[in-house]
């Protein structure tokens, strides 16, 4: 039951509430911070007037034992770090303002492994979401790769995101394209998915999927994704297979034939004479068209210099 809360409060806190909080104008960042005010603490979301009492060491008041909130990361052990966390009650919104600093000194500590795992297991889904950027810098892939398979889509997102940090390691493809298969893998959660397996697979291995991802796949961020991720890879063949596609109309956006149109410049493709797209009532489109002339010929002046810049 404890466990199902906090996952709802994180909903809560971390998903549109926390959207429309980082993109409100200060008056209704007032208006919602006022709504959230009963439950505000107990959900842990920092007010105004919080983060400068976090930051100020006179307004934490003296430390004591580490069932409270106090202390610095310095101050306390490894021990009671553990502890403090460990304890679901109190004062959570100064204990997740100072996450973070406190357990990034713990980097060095030689329990490291037991760290990850706490933080890894904790039943927060925050701490796990938060935890991801830690165990990616201290390489923790183990633990790094069980979240990815957290029931709170924040923390898988989070997670395989990070995933895709860590140094060249051909084995951590495989997750990935696993993951990317998945239902609940959509959006840019997908999209960073493909950019984490792009980064680790065989490039043998990845181009005949990319292409196939490119022509067919449901998800427009993964489509336009694959697309860029060929003409990285420099696909020259599977760029050009995938050009008929400027001709046909858009299954959600033009973002798909921005993509490819981007993908010519980069790779010095002409992507053909374009009729299905010159009356096409969209600047963004027009503005990828404009650097190419009408026949195949040669780059325009301006497609040249994107070319020689890339």
Not at 11 to 32: D, K, Q, T
Not at 53 to 78: K, Q
Not at 166 to 182: F, K, M, S, T, V
């Given at each position: 039951?404890?466990?199902?809360?906090?996952?709802?409060?994180?909903?809560?806190?971390?998903?549109?509430?926390?959207?429309?909080?980082?993109?409100?104008?200060?008056?209704?960042?007032?208006?919602?911070?006022?709504?959230?005010?009963?439950?505000?603490?107990?959900?842990?979301?920092?007010?105004?007037?919080?983060?400068?009492?976090?930051?100020?060491?006179?307004?934490?008041?003296?430390?004591?034992?580490?069932?409270?909130?106090?202390?610095?990361?310095?101050?306390?052990?490894m021990?009671?770090?553990?502890?403090?966390?460990?304890?679901?009650?109190?004062?959570?919104?100064?204990?997740?303002?100072?996450f973070?600093?406190?357990?990034?000194?713990?980097?060095g500590?030689?329990?490291r492994?037991?760290?990850?795992?706490?933080?890894?297991?904790h039943?927060?889904?925050?701490?796990?979401?938060?935890?991801?950027?830690?165990?990616?810098?201290?390489?923790e892939?183990?633990?790094?790769?069980?979240?990815?398979?957290?029931?709170a889509?924040f923390?898988?997102?989070?997670?395989?995101?990070?995933?895709?940090?860590?140094?060249?390691?051909?084995?951590?493809?495989?997750?990935a394209?696993?993951?990317?298969?998945?239902?609940?893998?959509?959006?840019?959660?997908?999209?960073?998915?493909?950019?984490?397996y792009?980064?680790?697979?065989?490039?043998?291995?990845?181009?005949?999927r990319?292409?196939?991802?490119?022509?067919?796949?449901?998800?427009?961020?993964?489509?336009?994704?694959?697309?860029?991720?060929?003409?990285?890879?420099?696909?020259?063949?599977e760029?050009?297979?995938?050009?008929?596609?400027?001709?046909?109309?858009?299954?959600?956006?033009?973002?798909?034939?921005?993509?490819?149109?981007?993908?010519?410049?980069?790779l010095?493709?002409?992507?053909?004479?374009?009729?299905?797209?010159c009356?096409?009532?969209?600047?963004d489109?027009?503005?990828?068209?404009?650097?190419?002339?009408?026949?195949?010929?040669?780059?325009?002046?301006?497609?040249?210099?994107?070319?020689?810049?890339?």
């Amino acid at each position: 039951m404890r466990a199902a809360a906090a996952a709802c409060a994180f909903e809560i806190r971390e998903g549109r509430f926390r959207w429309a909080l980082e993109r409100a104008e200060p008056a209704e960042r007032r208006f919602l911070l006022a709504w959230m005010e009963p439950v505000r603490h107990l959900l842990g979301v920092l007010g105004d007037d919080d983060a400068s009492e976090a930051d100020d060491p006179a307004a934490r008041g003296p430390i004591s034992s580490p069932g409270g909130d106090r202390g610095s990361g310095a101050d306390l052990e490894m021990a009671e770090l553990l502890a403090l966390y460990a304890d679901l009650d109190g004062c959570w919104a100064e204990r997740k303002h100072r996450f973070a600093d406190r357990f990034r000194a713990a980097g060095g500590a030689a329990d490291r492994g037991a760290v990850a795992a706490f933080l890894a297991g904790h039943p927060d889904p925050w701490i796990r979401e938060r935890s991801a950027s830690l165990l990616a810098a201290w390489d923790e892939q183990g633990a790094l790769l069980g979240l990815t398979r957290d029931p709170a889509f924040f923390v898988r997102k989070s997670a395989m995101y990070w995933l895709g940090q860590l140094p060249a390691n051909q084995a951590l493809a495989g997750p990935a394209w696993e993951h990317l298969g998945e239902l609940g893998t959509t959006g840019t959660h997908a999209l960073e998915t493909l950019n984490t397996y792009v980064a680790y697979a065989l490039k043998e291995e990845a181009i005949p999927r990319l292409l196939t991802l490119a022509r067919s796949d449901e998800r427009e961020p993964v489509r336009c994704g694959a697309v860029d991720a060929l003409a990285k890879l420099g696909a020259h063949a599977e760029i050009e297979a995938l050009l008929p596609l400027l001709a046909e109309p858009p299954e959600v956006t033009w973002a798909v034939h921005l993509a490819l149109l981007s993908a010519c410049e980069r790779l010095g493709l002409h992507p053909g004479r374009c009729e299905a797209l010159c009356g096409v009532d969209n600047i963004d489109v027009q503005l990828a068209l404009a650097p190419w002339p009408r026949t195949p010929t040669t780059l325009s002046g301006r497609a040249r210099l994107r070319r020689s810049s890339r």
